[in-house]
C-alpha cells in the first residue's frame, strides 16, 4: 500500500509540474504576443511612408544613373550580381558615404519587416500547434489579439508589395553600398518574393 501511496504522489507531482510548465509556457507565448501586436503596428506606420519613399531635389538618389536603376529593377533573385562592372557604377561608388546616409532609413524599415514578419510567423505557429489545442478556454481577448496579429502579418507583406521603384532601388542599392549589413542577402530575395505576397505568406 505504502509502494502505491509513493507512486501516487510520485506521478501527481510530475503532472502538476508538467502543467506548471505548460501554463508558464503558454503565458510567456501569451505576453510575446501582445508585444508583437504593439510592435507591428508601429512597423505598419514607418512601412506606410516607406514604401512612398522619394528623395529630395538636391539628393544624390536623384543622380543615380538610369543605367543603374534599370539593372536594379530587373525581376531576378539576387538584380544586384554583376552592377560593380557597370561603366556608370564608379559613379554610384564616388558617392558611397551620402547615398548609405540616404537610404539607411527606409533600408532599416524593409528589414525590420522581415524580422518582425519572421517573428509573428514562428509565434502565430507555435500558438496554433501548442497552446491553443491545450487550451480550448483561450479567453476571448486572447484570440482578439491573435487574429490582431495574423491581420498584421498580412497587411505588412500586402503593404511592401506595393512599394514604390524608388524605395526599391534604395533599398537594393544599400545593400551594394553597406558590405557590413548581415541581411542584405535575405533582404534582396525578399524584395524579389514581395513581388508575389500570397505565395511569399504561404511558404512562411
Not at 514607418?46 to 538618389?61: D, G, K, T, V
Not at 487550451?135 to 487574429?147: E, I, K, Q
Not at 534582396?188 to 518574393?193: D, T, V
Amino acid at each position: 500500500q505504502l509502494c502505491v501511496q509513493q507512486s501516487f504522489k510520485k506521478n501527481f507531482s510530475k503532472k502538476k509540474s508538467s502543467s506548471s510548465a505548460s501554463t508558464m509556457d503558454s503565458s510567456r507565448t501569451v505576453e510575446k504576443l501582445i508585444i508583437l501586436l504593439n510592435y507591428s503596428e508601429g512597423v505598419l506606420v514607418r512601412l506606410y511612408h516607406a514604401i512612398q519613399f522619394q528623395p529630395s531635389s538636391n539628393s544624390e538618389m536623384k543622380r543615380v544613373p538610369n543605367e543603374i536603376q534599370k539593372w536594379l529593377s530587373r525581376e531576378l533573385s539576387d538584380p544586384t550580381v554583376g552592377i560593380a562592372d557597370l561603366p556608370t557604377f564608379t559613379v554610384v561608388n564616388c558617392k558611397r558615404d551620402a547615398l548609405k546616409r540616404e537610404t539607411k532609413l527606409v533600408y532599416d524599415v524593409f528589414e525590420d519587416v522581415l524580422q518582425t514578419g519572421t517573428e509573428i510567423s514562428q509565434t502565430l505557429q507555435y500558438m496554433t500547434q501548442n497552446i491553443l489545442p491545450q487550451n480550448f478556454d483561450a479567453t476571448g481577448d486572447v484570440l482578439t489579439r491573435l487574429f490582431d496579429l495574423l491581420s498584421n502579418f498580412v497587411k505588412m507583406h500586402l503593404l511592401a508589395s506595393r512599394m514604390s521603384n524608388v524605395a526599391r532601388t534604395a533599398v537594393l542599392l544599400r545593400t551594394v553600398l553597406a558590405q557590413q549589413q548581415n541581411n542584405r542577402t535575405l533582404i534582396r530575395r525578399f524584395l524579389h518574393e514581395l513581388r508575389t505576397p500570397y505565395t511569399y505568406m504561404r511558404k512562411m
